[in-house]
């Protein structure tokens, strides 16, 4: 019963002259400033120490042009998988299927525009659609039966790695896409690669429907409480049902962004995606718990994935090795592992200095 | 009986922050007596009961048990000195057995000793026949009926060689022939010259059972009486007794158009029965009654979240279905829920957030965010409701309970409604905030709003009431005119309806 009283009066000896240095101290301490320090470490560690050989053989570093849209290229899939994850887990809620469906719809484009013959418009609605389908059968279960996200996304997470395996019977790989198609994943477009076009585009619609409009707003609320989403007349099914269809859709997007860059789509399409791009999301700052989270930082998490997978694979010891991947792996981790306590200890350190401040200028204030 | 008291409370004294919860109450239990604690909502039955458990540990007073002063009693010790309490609610493993449950109450906590199975199961069917129970120690407690798992609970006290055994509402879930079970058990204790507190809001159950009764208002002791040598009436005169301490604003209803008309309204899950009133624009409606009346529930199915089975709502005169809260908000009905910390604000959630969420169609027409209005927009609640906090951004969490509530309350009012709904808006909010919210209703009221105001707090009911609707196990049992007396309020309520209706 006391700290209502204290929390009460705190606010109020918050003074007004230090706003600016609360500003910069709230911009220092949150967890996007970490994030873009750790990218820029990883990127000028790569840039001393990596070396690369060109298409002509020549012995480049890591600062190349070619280097960044590689990069660029590789972490689209991924990263729209992360994008489509963001307001799910804002929900608190969770989508462990993205990765398959991702798997599902490439077999079934590919299907679709080259054993059914189908032109790319259409294949690509059908693709879209099917996508948009997976999601709802997902929030169909979620809010319809009042099942766990994980449970749920767990069992279509099978279902949809099952489904393609089935339809391609573990060995049909579907090839020689057209190159119209094939311009989508592999060439560039006004400077960039095609792709990162799309990426770019789906990245300003969920920054957009997250941080400015009222169902992102919802999105928190669910998040945060999903018994007061309900007393506030939120339609927290709607929004729920709005999220898990717009991952299908990112993911069916992705599916079709995956076949372009290969030139070919398998059943194991997007393998173990879903992890990486929850790893994203969380690394970017995300609760996972719901509420708390922003579309910059699951960017950031992208970002700095994708530059340590792809500058390790330039590091001359790890080249020499060849363990690229799994070192990929380990320092995933770690790097998931450190910033995640590194912004909560700042979190709590920050805490301390309040109270340090406060205290001391209460004792102050009570002096004559 | 003159012999010494099994237990003793003596001047104890118990604050939450600024609220006196317990101020002197004095108490004793004679081994082989019933004894009632009765009193309203809020009098400190609930810490009372708290301190003699352990839970709550008393700022001043003294406690004897058996003639010796404790110092203070924890659950522990609790234990120790033979007090078990019974919660309307059981608190027991429900996926475990009555044995198993059983045994982890009474048999001491080692991690590196054998379990002495035969002990064990023995133990469990001497204590179920002691209380006569009709099933096995091998039932799972949650295919149990709410009595059953009293009986365990009671099978538990007895086990631990209870000599003070406190019963909190125990018959508020069992029907006739269950109470008589229960009331045959508690006889049976005290034969066995078991202390037994016994609590209920139910009068002709303490006229049934208990040898003393002791009536706290207020948090304090009004006094103890032999049960026989007192009537219905004059134990709810000694609960309510009191004069109004607080001032309220004056009514300025005058009468006007009906705007929300409920008729036959069923809810099976809330458990109303044909619940049938109607509030007109300007008034304000109280709602009174005990706790679990159904008051909440009735707020809850008008507002949607609960929707009604049967019966009809009409709001200016036209009918509605109210399925969801989004129908209730459309149709200008607005609820500020008892829980304000779960229900009413989101904690983590900026003060301007909250402000604008029920209202959000309003403010953002196309569902985009528009940072400047949302910034007036909670501006201008802040100011008109006197909201005290660092800054529209400061989390919700960080205010203290009666801005919290203004919170709450802005958040609706945002949504320019026709009907709001107050569910307890004054609980735990200090005695400022309290007179403010007070002001701000009546202000409303006066704007045409029609108000209906749930509260457990019987001055307030008097004070704020242009009527009083009265609330009984799900129905609504009587209305009362504005100005009526506080005992024909309590009387209404704990089901006596026929004196003192001069008013």
């Given at each position: 019963m006391k700290t209502p009283d204290a929390a009460g009066i705190a606010p109020k000896q918050m003074p007004t002259p230090h706003r600016a240095s609360a500003f910069w101290k709230s911009v220092l301490f949150r967890h996007e400033t970490l994030l873009l320090a750790v990218l820029i470490v990883e990127w000028w560690f790569f840039y001393t120490y990596g070396t690369t050989t060109n298409r002509r053989g020549v012995v480049v570093g890591f600062g190349t042009w070619d280097r960044q849209f590689d990069i660029l290229r590789h972490s689209c899939e991924i990263g729209l998988l992360a994008l489509a994850l963001t307001p799910i887990i804002l929900t608190g809620g969770i989508d462990l299927s993205v990765g398959s469906l991702l798997g599902l719809c490439a077999v079934v484009f590919g299907h679709l525009s080259q054993a059914a013959g189908l032109s790319l418009p259409v294949a690509t609605l059908l693709t879209l659609g099917l996508g948009a389908l997976a999601g709802g059968l997902n929030a169909g279960l979620i809010t319809g039966f009042r099942l766990p996200p994980l449970i749920v996304t767990l069992g279509t997470y099978s279902l949809f790695r099952g489904l393609a395996e089935a339809l391609t019977r573990g060995a049909v790989t579907y090839t020689d896409f057209s190159p119209s198609f094939l311009f989508f994943g592999q060439e560039r477009w006004l400077g960039l690669p095609v792709q990162a076009w799309m990426f770019l585009g789906v990245a300003v619609m969920i920054w957009f429907l997250v941080h400015s409009t009222t169902a992102g707003r919802s999105f928190r609320v669910i998040g945060f409480s999903p018994e007061g989403a309900r007393f506030a007349g939120i339609a927290s099914n709607r929004q729920l049902g709005l999220v898990y269809v717009l991952a299908g859709i990112i993911a069916a997007l992705a599916a079709m962004i995956y076949t372009a860059r290969l030139g070919q789509a398998k059943a194991d399409a997007g393998t173990g995606y879903e992890l990486f791009a929850i790893t994203a999301v969380v690394l970017g700052g995300t609760s996972i718990f719901g509420g708390k989270g922003s579309v910059t930082g699951t960017l950031l998490g992208v970002a700095a994935i994708a530059v340590l997978k792809n500058g390790l694979a330039t590091l001359p010891s790890v080249i020499r090795m060849n363990a690229a991947e799994e070192m990929a792996g380990l320092l995933t981790g770690c790097l998931l592992i450190f910033v995640l306590t590194a912004t909560t200890l700042s979190g709590s350190v920050l805490a301390r200095v309040r109270r340090w401040t406060l205290r001391a200028r209460q004792t102050g204030a009570s002096l004559p | 009986m003159s012999a010494v008291p099994i237990l003793a409370f003596r001047q104890i004294e118990k604050s939450f922050g600024a609220i006196?919860?317990?101020?002197?109450v004095n108490f004793e239990l004679q081994a082989g007596e019933v004894h009632a604690l009765l009193g309203e909502n809020g009098a400190g039955k609930s810490t009372l009961i708290k301190v003699a458990t352990g839970a709550h540990a008393p700022d001043a007073g003294t406690i004897e048990v058996a003639g010796e002063v404790v110092r203070r009693i924890d659950p522990l010790s609790a234990r120790k000195h033979g007090i078990a309490c019974i919660y309307q609610q059981p608190a027991l493993f429900p996926d475990l057995t009555v044995e198993e449950n059983l045994a982890l109450r009474l048999e001491p906590s080692s991690s590196w000793r054998r379990v002495d199975w035969s002990t064990r199961r023995q133990r469990a069917e001497t204590l179920l026949s002691r209380i006569g129970a009709h099933f096995g120690p091998d039932r799972e407690v949650r295919t149990l009926s709410m009595p059953e798992q009293q009986l365990v609970e009671i099978a538990c006290a007895l086990g631990a060689g209870a000599r003070i055994v406190i019963m909190d509402e125990p018959t508020a879930s069992l029907t006739r022939q269950e109470q008589e079970r229960l009331f045959s058990l508690v006889r049976a204790l005290r034969a066995q010259s078991v202390g037994v507190i016994y609590i209920s809001h139910r009068l002709e159950e303490i006229f049934a059972l208990a040898d003393r009764v002791t009536v706290l208002r207020d948090g304090a002791s009004i006094g103890t009486h032999v049960v026989t040598s007192m009537s219905e009436s004059r134990l709810i005169e000694l609960m309510v007794g009191r004069e109004v301490a607080h001032l309220y604003p004056p009514t300025e209803f005058s009468g006007g158009a009906i705007r929300l008309d409920v008729r036959e309204l069923v809810c099976k899950a809330g458990g109303l029965k044909k619940v049938s009133f109607t509030v007109k624009a300007g008034e304000i409606l109280g709602l009174s009654g005990l706790v679990g009346a159904g008051r909440t529930e009735l707020a809850r199915t008008l507002f949607g979240i609960t929707p009604a089975d049967a019966g009809e709502i009409r709001v200016d005169g036209q009918l509605l279905s109210v399925r969801n809260p989004r129908v209730a908000v459309a149709a200008g009905i607005a609820y500020v829920p008892e829980d304000r910390r779960r229900?009413?604000?989101?904690?983590?959630?900026p003060v301007s957030h909250n402000l604008t969420l029920a209202a959000r169609r309003r403010y953002f027409p196309w569902g985009i965010l528009r940072p400047r209005v949302e910034r007036e927009a909670a501006g201008h609640f802040v100011e008109s409701l006197g909201i005290k906090t660092a800054g529209i951004g400061a989390p919700a969490g960080s205010l203290s309970g009666g801005n919290q509530q203004k919170v709450s309350l802005g958040r609706w009012l945002a949504t320019e409604p026709k009907i709001l709904i107050l569910d307890e808006p004054t609980q735990g909010v200090d005695v400022g905030a309290k007179g403010e919210l007070h002001r701000i209703i009546r202000r409303l009221a006066a704007k045409g709003l029609a108000v209906i105001l749930i509260s457990s707090d019987l001055p307030e009911i008097l004070g704020m009431s242009d009527r009083i609707g009265v609330m009984r196990e799900g129905r609504l049992v009587t209305v009362l005119p504005g100005g009526s007396s506080a005992a024909a309020v309590m009387a209404a309520a704990l089901g006596k309806t026929e004196e003192e209706k001069s008013a």
């Open positions: - | 006196r919860a317990l101020r002197g229900h009413g604000v989101v904690l983590e959630m």
